[in-house]
Every structure is written in structure tokens, then in C-alpha cells.
């Protein structure tokens, strides 16, 4: 483990926060979470996070830090996704634009409504999907996008505005269809 | 939701994307798989290193065996040269004596 100039009890807590284990336990919703909003598929994303989890135990010996073990799941569960959907072919939805749009609803927290979003950024082509779910699942800044996709700030702020817009104007023509029916 | 403005997409959007558990049993899976992946390798290491180890003592065995068998034959033609030389000294000392007999 790289633990280059920790020394004595310092280094022995470090090792400890670092055991697979309790990585595992620590992080395991983010990772599953991540599988899941990108493929909306239950068992798809348990198989995901089981590869990203084993994938990690065998190079825990890397993993300098909890913040560091935490840039690598996602890096390496977005990497995992993204390929996932490319090789298996398992976008959900078809493009965004023939996404059958439900009754509007105007309770924020409705499952239903959830669900329809969900499936709404679902639709989005793959990378732009990650983006949205790193954004707003992760809670990330567009430059630690940036980092953990590999692409430049510029290109992610420019894509995530793109979808955005695009979800909102879905979601706005689902409010005004609501309110017609 | 007319004009749905950016705070609330982003409200509707974290509110969508938030994080679940994974299915029960999950993390025990999960390390039930390190464990076998762990110890699947170790038989192997130890047949491994059983053969090093043995492979290494064999190979001492054979070189003490070959350096005492050069030894032991080192020694015998020693002996033969120094009975050779005794002989033909004892060979020497019979004529010196002889000789100074016949004086």
C-alpha cells in the first residue's frame, strides 16, 4: 500500500480505514446506485458493482486513500457502465425523443414522477447519462466529472447544459400535457 | 411546472437520483468471492514453493555428494603419488648405500 511518509500509529490507521471490507461497506450504495440509474436494471447493476468490488480488492494495494477508493469506484463503475450498455446493448429506453411521456404530476416527491425522470435520463445517449448521474446523484462539480470520465470540463459543462435543457423542455411539455388532460 | 426553473429541475433531479442499498446479502457475496479468490491461489503457492524449496536442498545434496566424490578421488591419486615417490626414494636410498659400500 502506498503509504510513502506515514509512519508508526498513523499508518497502521490509515491501512485500517482502508480494509476491503469496510470499503465495501462503506460504499457499496454509491457503487450499486451508480449501476442502477445508468441501466435502470436491478440485477444488472448488482453484476456491475460485484465486478467493480472484486476489480478493487485486487488492487486495493493502489489505493492511497478513502477519498482516492472513492474517485476509483467511480471512475471504474462509470468505465464499467458505459462499456456495459456499448457491449450488451442495454439502453433501456430508445432515444430520448420517443420517450412516451406520462401525466404530470405536481407533487415533487411522487414515485411516479421519479420514475419518469428516471426514465427520461435513461433515454440520454450514454455519456451524457453518466454526466446527469454523477452531477445529481454524486453530487459532483463538472471538473470532477471531468476527471473521472477523462474528458475536458468544457466538453462536460457543454454536454450537461445540452441535456438539462432537454430534460426540462421534456418535463415542461409533460406539465403542460398534464394540465390539458 | 411551467418554466420549470434550474433549482427545481435540480430538486427533481437529486430527488430521482438518489442513492439505493444494494440487494440484501450483497456485501457478504461480495466477500465470499475475495475469499475463494484468495485462497484459491494458495495450494498453488504452496506446491509452488514446496518445489523451489525441494528442488533447491536436491541440488545441494547432489553438489555435497560430487565435491566429496571429487574429494575422495583427489585423495587417492594423492597417496598413489606419495607411495610412487617413497618407493622410488627408498629405490634412490638402496643405491646410494650400495654404492658407497663398493668405496
Same mark, same amino acid.
Given at each position: 500500500?502506498? =503509504?510513502?511518509?506515514?509512519?508508526?500509529? %498513523? !499508518?497502521?490507521?490509515?491501512? $485500517?480505514?482502508?480494509? /476491503?471490507?469496510? &470499503?465495501? #461497506?462503506?460504499?457499496?450504495?454509491?457503487?450499486?446506485?451508480?449501476? =442502477?440509474?445508468?441501466?435502470?436494471?436491478? %440485477? !444488472?447493476?448488482?453484476?456491475? $458493482?460485484?465486478?467493480? /468490488?472484486?476489480? &478493487?480488492? #485486487?488492487?486495493?494495494?493502489?489505493?492511497?486513500?478513502?477519498?482516492?477508493?472513492?474517485?476509483?469506484?467511480?471512475?471504474? !463503475?462509470?468505465?464499467?457502465?458505459?462499456?456495459?450498455?456499448?457491449?450488451?446493448?442495454? #439502453?433501456?429506453?430508445?432515444?430520448?425523443?420517443?420517450?412516451?411521456?406520462?401525466?404530470?404530476?405536481?407533487?415533487?416527491?411522487?414515485?411516479?414522477?421519479?420514475?419518469?425522470?428516471?426514465?427520461?435520463?435513461?433515454?440520454?445517449?450514454?455519456?451524457?447519462?453518466?454526466?446527469?448521474?454523477?452531477?445529481?446523484?454524486?453530487?459532483?462539480?463538472?471538473?470532477?466529472?471531468?476527471?473521472?470520465?477523462?474528458?475536458?470540463?468544457?466538453?462536460?459543462?457543454?454536454?450537461?447544459?445540452?441535456?438539462?435543457?432537454?430534460?426540462?423542455?421534456?418535463?415542461?411539455?409533460?406539465?403542460?400535457?398534464?394540465?390539458?388532460? | 411546472?411551467?418554466?420549470?426553473?434550474?433549482?427545481?429541475?435540480?430538486?427533481?433531479?437529486?430527488?430521482?437520483?438518489?442513492?439505493?442499498?444494494?440487494?440484501?446479502?450483497?456485501?457478504?457475496?461480495?466477500?465470499?468471492?475475495?475469499?475463494?479468490?484468495?485462497?484459491?491461489?494458495?495450494?498453488?503457492?504452496?506446491?509452488?514453493?514446496?518445489?523451489?524449496?525441494?528442488?533447491?536442498?536436491?541440488?545441494?545434496?547432489?553438489?555435497?555428494?560430487?565435491?566429496?566424490?571429487?574429494?575422495?578421488?583427489?585423495?587417492?591419486?594423492?597417496?598413489?603419488?606419495?607411495?610412487?615417490?617413497?618407493?622410488?626414494?627408498?629405490?634412490?636410498?638402496?643405491?646410494?648405500?650400495?654404492?658407497?659400500?663398493?668405496?
Amino acid at each position: 500500500m502506498a =503509504l510513502a511518509g506515514t509512519t508508526g500509529w %498513523a !499508518a497502521e490507521a490509515v491501512a $485500517a480505514a482502508l480494509s /476491503f471490507p469496510d &470499503l465495501l #461497506r462503506n460504499h457499496q450504495s454509491m457503487v450499486f446506485s451508480i449501476g =442502477l440509474h445508468f441501466l435502470r436494471d436491478r %440485477a !444488472a447493476a448488482e453484476e456491475i $458493482a460485484q465486478d467493480v /468490488f472484486l476489480e &478493487l480488492h #485486487r488492487h486495493i494495494g493502489e489505493i492511497e486513500s478513502d477519498a482516492h477508493a472513492i474517485f476509483w469506484l467511480r471512475k471504474v !463503475a462509470s468505465r464499467k457502465c458505459i462499456d456495459a450498455v456499448r457491449r450488451r446493448k442495454l #439502453r433501456v429506453a430508445a432515444a430520448l425523443e420517443s420517450v412516451p411521456e406520462p401525466a404530470a404530476r405536481e407533487d415533487r416527491t411522487d414515485p411516479m414522477l421519479n420514475r419518469r425522470l428516471q426514465q427520461l435520463i435513461a433515454a440520454l445517449p450514454e455519456r451524457p447519462r453518466m454526466m446527469v448521474l454523477l452531477r445529481y446523484q454524486e453530487d459532483l462539480m463538472p471538473d470532477e466529472i471531468a476527471r473521472i470520465l477523462e474528458i475536458p470540463v468544457g466538453t462536460v459543462k457543454s454536454t450537461l447544459q445540452r441535456a438539462l435543457g432537454v430534460l426540462k423542455e421534456k418535463l415542461n411539455r409533460l406539465n403542460g400535457e398534464g394540465r390539458r388532460g | 411546472m411551467d418554466n420549470l426553473d434550474r433549482l427545481l429541475l435540480d430538486r427533481l433531479l437529486k430527488e430521482a437520483m438518489r442513492r439505493q442499498d444494494p440487494p440484501v446479502g450483497f456485501e457478504a457475496r461480495v466477500l465470499g468471492m475475495t475469499r475463494r479468490r484468495t485462497t484459491s491461489w494458495k495450494p498453488w503457492l504452496a506446491i509452488a514453493a514446496t518445489l523451489i524449496i525441494g528442488g533447491g536442498l536436491g541440488w545441494q545434496v547432489d553438489q555435497e555428494r560430487r565435491d566429496r566424490v571429487q574429494g575422495e578421488a583427489a585423495k587417492a591419486k594423492l597417496e598413489l603419488a606419495l607411495r610412487i615417490t617413497s618407493a622410488k626414494l627408498q629405490k634412490i636410498q638402496k643405491t646410494i648405500e650400495a654404492r658407497n659400500q663398493g668405496i
